[in-house]
């Protein structure tokens, strides 16, 4: 079936640690998106990608970091500067940028230690 | 940034009503919205999208679309239990979505 897979759908985070969160789509869609939900609140932008080898800072990049090596992945790291890490993370896909909707995978959900 | 704004609800409606959802955005440039359905601790769901003036049904959905208004909304028929859930309206800006904050939506039995 084609889908967007996320991968751990929970991971906690040590003081001090880089934590990566896998995303993965086989929908053939060239722009992938990575969000944060904080409870109660709406989805927040942290990086998208068009194309392989190009990815784009959104809204709340500070302390994150993206890849784009190949179509199908576009993993996340939540890195140890990002000083409050506990969230939903959500990994989305769409054919491409302009007016396509998005399709979202089940999420990770992330917690500190 | 521009912005989508919703009431965040909760909404309360009894089965077999209909329930309405609102939404408004600021920027007059946005092309494309969509609607999401989000149950508690699960990922949102496409249900709607709607790219030019007027309604467009599908199923018990409909959505509405006043870009002279910057208004979006959904009306949902004979709501059910299975409907409680929040709801994302979204905007394209500049290839983003923005998203509202949501609508909490309770169909009560």
């Known amino acids: 079936d084609g889908g967007i897979t996320q991968s751990p759908k929970y991971l906690f985070r040590k003081e001090g640690q880089n934590v990566t969160l896998s995303c993965e789509q086989n929908?053939?869609?060239?722009?992938m998106y990575w969000y944060r939900q904080d409870p109660g609140q709406g989805l927040r932008l942290i990086y998208y990608?068009?194309?392989?080898?190009?990815?784009q800072k959104g809204d709340i990049a500070e302390g994150y970091s993206v890849s784009r090596e190949k179509k199908e992945s576009f993993p996340l790291t939540v890195t140890s500067a990002q000083k409050n890490p506990t969230a939903f993370y959500l990994c989305?896909?769409?054919?491409?940028?302009?007016?396509?909707?998005?399709?979202f995978g089940d999420g990770t959900r992330l917690s500190i230690l | 940034q521009k912005e989508v704004e919703q009431n965040s609800g909760p909404l309360s409606v009894p089965e077999g009503a209909i329930a309405s959802l609102n939404c408004t955005y600021s920027?007059?440039?946005?092309?494309?919205f969509f609607w999401y359905r989000q149950y508690s601790g699960k990922s949102p769901e496409l249900i709607m999208s709607?790219?030019?003036?007027g309604d467009k049904e599908d199923g018990r959905f409909t959505a509405q679309l006043n870009k002279a208004s910057q208004y979006v909304s959904l009306l949902i028929r004979d709501s059910q239990p299975s409907d409680s859930a929040t709801y994302l309206c979204a905007a394209n800006q500049g290839g983003k979505l923005i998203f509202g904050q949501g609508t909490e939506l309770s169909v009560k039995p």
């Open positions: 920027d007059r440039v946005s092309q494309s």
């Open positions: 709607i790219y030019s003036n």
């Open positions: 929908l053939n869609h060239d722009a």
């Open positions: 989305a896909s769409s054919p491409d940028r302009f007016n396509q909707p998005q399709h």
């Open positions: 990608s068009q194309i392989v080898n190009d990815f």
